[in-house]
């Protein structure tokens, strides 16, 4: 029989620095469970507690010891389909058969009794997300609680036809974000399970998720043509791409037997399971169909190769790490139930580690690292080169929850690479707001764990970026549509440094280019790109440390040139000012309406068009020309917009766009109120003339802003209406005609006058009459 062996390397998951050693294929001790051997395992998990759980066809059993000895802890009526535990030490399961109705249990005295808590459907998974809220993975959707189990809602149900029909598999990555498999589609929720998008329509049947080390995801999906195919993610679900169709290039087979879909067929390598532990380690499971199991960290580097020669693969149902570093598995065919575990460790541990963002964190908001001057262990991808050249040691590193700056004023030798995946022990420090990690030695402190980790850019726009970019420090981002200012430092000589001013038309931001990067001398990228660099922050300040951030890109292939750029939506509406007045005394006034050109970082010729906001009664237009940053609307047309009211209040913007097809609106509305003008005169047509001159009350007395006047007019006579004010000014002339006899009504509009008393006075040939009124705003 081939013993496989092993290549002496470090790998690291998450929370702990891992060292495999050579190991020859391993054998397998019988572990018996709880008072029978044959008890078939139907799930393994490891508690955060560090205890194991393992669901069999008879009922839950718990290890405290690393799987050596296992004790009952009910449900002894019942087939375990998953268990888990939550923060709170509370122990949750699915009971029942696979494919038919099953149910929830919850224990909260570790087992001694267990209450059902959610029925009537088919559940998959179970995933704790924080203390209170846990999800469900079931044929009605996605159910989720928000007080340990007590009450549940349906978060997502399953859409129509087959691209879901059920939810199969959840899990967590390490920045929060929870997927989970459906019968076609992956779905993402960012905000702990509440609401949930499509990551990406892929395959079927994704029973298989797990999280990786440095923020990546994995399926195990089946295709329409039988064969099921890994898939990763590195960028939160944007993307799924096929992993090392080399080794899986042909996919597994399946068949459908005795309820269950069994793996068969090309593949080389034949996947049994995707392994997430309690570091948020991921391993693929899988066998190269000879009589060992193959234990792979997601990079596909082997990690051990098992002999399993005695037992029969068919039979696997689950897997486990223990906390440890020792491989069980999980049986539950006949004559091959139980569980096995491996006699040596599989992974050593040792040096412990904390994640990137707990060693930057700042509670208190001072932009200074909470840990200072404590000495820790992080690993994390080198995503810059050495900025400081021959006179020091300066990367850049992150892992998916955050990033930071490695630092020593030696070299020592130590040449790293972007991928490289290194564990660095040292010294939390700052410096011009920069959270930095100090080893004490380069060659005894900073350790290479692996090479050609992927990379992926965070896009942002740069207001994105600058509404917190200490939030980005030390990490790989891409700005989109950006170009260098017209009054930005010129791109630098060979062996020069800049800081270069760049702006999408409106805000600015930094971009370095240092002289110790490979961008110094290089021929200037064409503008307007996409630009991708790490965020280093370098700051003027000696107390508070929130600005001096800057976009250090490392080589020509940072900048996406040649990309095209919509018009930038900041632009001014000028005329009229926001908020003001204007008055309409005729259908043929002309108002203009003018707004500022917006920045066009391509310089392609634009086109606008004027747009009301809620209403229509005033027709969207194009400027003259269609070019032009001008717009005429007339008196008829500002009518009709306020039809039988006195006062109205018009909101307005501008689109534009280039040649291309996506139109740009304006960030911001502009505001007008139109008054109908101070006079509005009706004649009251009536057959019976009246026979006297006479002047009515106003009416509403008091009013606010409008109100009506009558009078009568017997003969044709030259007619003067005026309001004055307490002080005897005239402040409104509302008739100074020749009128014809009949009944007439003037409206006032007093909307720009100040709460008072007013005086209007009526003079028609000889007759003249004046009347008090009342303003009251």
């Not at 700005?479 to 062996?495: D, E, M, T, V, Y």
Request: glycine share 8%; with cysteine; charged share 15%.
């Amino acid at each position: 029989m081939n013993k496989t062996s092993l290549f002496t390397y470090i790998i690291f998951w998450s929370a702990t620095l891992y060292l495999v050693t050579p190991l020859s294929a391993q054998t397998f001790s019988w572990i018996k469970l709880g008072e029978s051997n044959q008890r078939k395992c139907l799930n393994l998990s490891v508690a955060p507690e560090g205890f194991i759980l393992a669901g069999t066809d008879s009922g839950l059993y718990r290890s405290f010891d690393d799987g050596i000895t296992w004790q009952f802890c009910g449900l002894d009526s019942f087939q375990i389909r998953n268990a888990i535990t939550d923060s709170a030490g509370r122990l949750f399961t699915i009971v029942g058969q696979v494919y038919n109705n099953n149910a929830i249990y919850r224990s909260e005295d570790n087992g001694i009794s267990w209450q059902q808590i959610v029925g009537g459907s088919n559940y998959y998974a179970l995933l704790s997300v924080t203390n209170e809220i846990l999800l469900i993975a079931s044929d009605a959707g996605i159910l989720r609680s928000t007080d340990h189990g007590n009450s549940w809602n349906n978060v997502h149900t399953p859409s129509a036809g087959l691209s879901e029909q059920g939810i199969y598999s959840l899990c967590i990555n390490r920045d929060g974000t929870i997927y989970a498999g459906t019968m076609s589609n992956i779905l993402r929720s960012t905000d702990q399970g509440n609401s949930w998008s499509v990551s990406i329509q892929i395959g079927s049947y994704n029973y298989m998720l797990a999280a990786g080390n440095f923020g990546e995801v994995f399926t195990f999906s089946m295709a329409e043509n039988g064969h099921a195919y890994l898939y990763r993610t590195i960028d939160h679900g944007g993307h799924w791409t096929q992993y090392y169709p080399e080794l899986f290039e042909d996919g597994v087979s399946f068949v459908f037997e005795n309820g269950e879909w069994i793996q068969y067929g090309p593949g080389y390598y034949k996947v049994l399971g995707l392994l997430q532990d309690l570091s948020s380690r991921s391993f693929i499971i899988c066998s190269n169909r000879k009589d060992s199991v193959v234990v792979m960290g997601t990079n596909v580097k082997t990690l051990q190769s098992l002999e399993v020669d005695s037992l029969s693969q068919n039979s696997f149902r689950s897997f486990a790490i223990t906390p440890n570093g020792h491989f069980l598995i999980g049986l539950s065919g006949n004559g091959y139930a139980g569980i096995y575990r491996s006699v040596n460790q599989i992974i050593s541990t040792s040096v412990p580690s904390i994640k990137i963002s707990q060693a930057i964190v700042d509670a208190n908001h001072d932009f200074k690292p909470d840990s200072l001057g404590k000495i820790v262990t992080v690993v994390g991808v080198v995503n810059s080169t050495n900025l400081q050249g021959n006179a020091g040691t300066q990367y850049t590193l992150q892992d998916g929850t955050g990033g930071i700056q490695l630092f020593k004023d030696t070299t020592s030798g130590l040449m790293l690479k972007l991928g490289d995946v290194v564990a660095v022990n040292g010294t939390i420090a700052y410096e011009r707001g920069t959270t930095q990690i100090i080893p004490a030695s380069l060659n005894n402190n900073v350790k290479i764990v692996d090479s050609n980790q992927a990379l992926v850019a965070t896009p942002l726009t740069v207001q994105q970026f600058l509404s917190d970019p200490e939030k980005y420090e030390s990490q790989l981002v891409k700005i989109l549509g950006i170009a260098k200012r017209p009054n930005s430092p010129a791109w630098p000589i060979s062996g020069a440094d800049a800081n270069l001013v760049f702006w999408d038309g409106w805000d600015t931001t930094i971009v370095r280019i240092d002289k110790d990067a490979n961008l110094s001398g290089t021929p200037e990228p064409k503008y307007p790109a996409n630009v991708s660099g790490v965020v280093t922050q370098y700051t003027s300040s000696v107390s508070v440390y929130n600005d001096g951030y800057q976009l250090s890109p490392i080589n020509p292939t940072d900048f996406e040139s040649g990309i095209q750029v919509p018009p930038n939506p900041h632009f001014a509406l000028v005329v009229p000012a926001n908020g003001a007045t204007l008055i309409l005394d005729s259908t043929n006034q002309l108002f203009t309406f003018t707004w500022n050109k917006p920045i066009d970082l391509n310089g392609d010729p634009l086109a606008f068009r004027w747009v009301p906001i809620g209403g229509t009664a005033v027709p969207t237009g194009g400027s003259p020309t269609g070019v032009d940053s001008f717009l005429i609307r007339t008196g008829a047309q500002l009518f009709a917009f306020m039809g039988s009211k006195d006062t109205a209040v018009l909101k307005w913007t501008v689109q534009t766009k280039d040649p291309f097809p996506t139109i740009v609106s304006n960030v911001d509305t502009s505001s007008v109120i139109l008054i109908k003008g101070k006079t509005l005169n009706v004649r009251v047509t009536d057959h019976l003339l009246p026979t006297l001159f006479s002047l009515d009350q106003n009416y509403p007395n008091p009013f606010n802003p409008t109100t009506t006047i009558k009078y009568n007019i017997p003969t044709e006579s030259y007619v003067v209406l005026k309001v004055y004010n307490m002080l005897g000014q005239e402040v409104a002339r509302l008739v100074d005609e020749q009128l014809s006899p009949g009944y007439y009504s003037s409206i006032l509009n007093a909307a720009t006058f100040s709460t008072g008393v007013y005086v209007y006075h009526l003079k028609a040939g000889s007759y003249s009459s004046t009347k008090k009124m009342m303003l009251m705003k």
